[in-house]
């Protein structure tokens, strides 16, 4: 089984960034996909963002492109999320999760760190 955390959340003004990383341990990382989904209080979990195993593909949510992007360092079992020109909206918990598919239903990611929470104020 692996094992998720992530970091790197905060409380930012709206207009800043942030970087978000995700560590993944316990198998051999390179192998999955990796997302990025985010969850507002009161709101269903919402995908943000998916990086194919080799780095060459990515796809985001509508909402985010242009402002966010998703990299990974295989070498460093580390998957991140650039998120610029935050907004108060995109305030959230954000989970790193993990694949073998490439598409946005979190149903079918099969592990999940603990979330971070970013924080953007108006």
């Known amino acids: 089984q692996v094992q998720l955390v992530e970091s790197g959340g905060g409380l930012v003004q709206a207009g800043d960034s942030l970087r978000l990383s995700c560590a993944a341990s316990?198998?051999?990382?390179?192998?999955?996909?990796m997302g990025w989904f985010r969850q507002a209080p009161g709101k269903e979990r919402e995908f943000v963002a998916l990086?194919?195993?080799?780095?060459?593909?990515?796809y985001y949510a509508d909402f985010v492109k242009g402002r966010f992007t998703i990299s990974r360092d295989n070498a460093k079992n580390t998957v991140y999320l650039q998120m610029n020109s935050l907004k108060p909206e995109d305030t959230a918990v954000y989970y790193c999760?993990?694949?073998?598919?490439?598409?946005?239903?979190?149903?079918?990611?099969?592990?999940w760190g603990q979330g971070t929470q970013v924080t953007v104020s108006s």
């Open positions: 999760a993990s694949t073998r598919g490439f598409n946005s239903d979190p149903n079918d990611y099969d592990a």
């Open positions: 316990g198998r051999a990382f390179s192998a999955y996909n």
């Open positions: 990086i194919a195993w080799s780095g060459h593909i990515t």
